[in-house]
């Protein structure tokens, strides 16, 4: 028979896959053109796959404020990695990812817990404190008659703070001879539920700086499949906001800890160290830091201080309202492309809708947004710009 009257090569079946094959770097494997699956089948698999992954979730909803904030810390930590790995490669496995982990625990957890020891131990001389002025009153300072407005002042003093009537109208904690805090073992039980929480947090950002290569890329191939260059382009944007807010956060309340740790000491407010690093750890809150002021001005004035306490309280307003209001977004904005005004927004708008990790999450989204209205009115490069005329 002739090679033209031959009939056409059939092309093999294609094996089943195999459980033992390994897995390979993302990107590796292309579907066979040849495969039987209809279109009808394809959907029902994506389908099944996004059905999957809301399970997934919904399993891992415990857990997902800590691979959140595990994703965060890894993605602002991730240069960082690079420079070490690069510095001495053979530590990229254990070494530099161990490290980065017990650096992390160590100026992360180790903070909180000298906050929460030295709140145990005196917390009992507060509550004590408080007990009293409740039962005796608060006198009034001598030196408030001499201020500016004195005799107002102490007047106010006196019919609110300086006799035990005054005090009778304010429901304070603790005031039926019962725990502020509710029983022991609620107590007990949300200590271990946050001691959980963080340990597994640091597990997985472990594992993210160990295979952060591998993880990246198969975010970076899923999105392009998903979403094309569009996608790709919108999660880098959403990178570079949240580096940038991360290390806006970091810069500022080591500035904020530094400065008014400086004004505790120099005023001689009762554990200055103590309560600068409460203002550097409250920082990352917009506003957070003005209670750790507010305690170093209070208990100043406790102790008869009072000009001290109003230096305090002046030099720490001045120094939260520029970091909070001028210094954080810049920050954030040079490195996201974002104006202040938006920085400021994505802030405060994700404090208010998604907790402690919108600091975060918010101006990120904001990028996001920015970035997708730019490439839609032509005033910056990318897939959705308008076509031509």
């Not at 904030?69 to 161990?98: E, M, Q, Y």
């Not at 002046?314 to 209001?325: E, G, L, N």
Request: hydrophobic content about 55%; overall charge positive; glycine content about 10%.
């Amino acid at each position: 028979m002739s090679e033209t009257n031959a009939p056409p090569p059939t092309q093999p079946p294609a094996s089943p896959p195999q459980f033992n094959e390994p897995i390979r770097q993302p990107g590796t494997y292309k579907r066979n053109h040849a495969d039987p699956w209809t279109a009808g089948q394809r959907r029902a698999g994506l389908v099944a796959l996004a059905l999957f992954a809301l399970l997934g979730l919904w399993t891992l909803r415990v857990f997902l404020p800590a691979i959140g904030w595990a994703l965060i810390l890894a993605i602002s930590l991730w240069p960082w990695r690079n420079r070490a790995v690069a510095f001495w490669p053979k530590g990229a496995d254990f070494t530099w990812p161990a490290l980065f982990t017990l650096t992390v625990a160590l100026f992360f957890v180790m903070p909180l817990l000298m906050v929460a020891h030295a709140v145990a131990l005196d917390g009992h001389f507060a509550f004590q404190w408080a007990m009293d002025v409740r039962a005796h009153g608060l006198p009034v300072p001598d030196v408030l008659a001499h201020l500016p407005a004195g005799p107002a002042a102490t007047a106010w003093w006196q019919a609110h703070l300086a006799t035990p009537q005054a005090f009778g109208n304010l429901h304070i904690p603790g005031g039926t001879g019962r725990s502020p805090f509710g029983e022991g073992q609620h107590i007990l039980g949300l200590v271990l539920h946050r001691v959980v929480l963080a340990v597994f947090l640091l597990l997985i950002l472990f594992f993210l700086l160990r295979d952060g290569d591998r993880v990246g890329d198969s975010l970076h191939n899923g999105c392009e499949r998903l979403f094309g260059r569009a996608g790709v382009n919108v999660a880098l944007q959403a990178l570079r906001a949240v580096r940038g807010t991360v290390n806006g956060l970091v810069v500022v309340g080591f500035g904020e800890a530094v400065l008014l740790g400086l004004v505790y000491f120099f005023s001689g407010a009762p554990h200055a160290a103590l309560l600068g690093l409460l203002t550097g750890l409250l920082s990352v809150i917009p506003l957070g830091s003005v209670i750790a002021a507010a305690v170093a001005a209070i208990a100043l004035a406790a102790a008869g201080k009072i000009t001290a306490a109003i230096i305090v309280a002046v030099i720490a307003s001045i120094v939260i309202f520029v970091a909070d209001h001028f210094v954080r977004p810049v920050m954030i904005g040079d490195a996201t492309r974002l104006p202040f005004l938006v920085v400021l927004l994505g802030i405060l708008g994700g404090i208010e809708a998604w907790g402690l990790i919108g600091l975060v999450v918010g101006p990120a989204l904001m990028a996001v947004l920015m970035l997708l209205w730019r490439e839609w009115v032509g005033s910056q490069k990318g897939p959705l710009n308008p076509p031509p005329a």
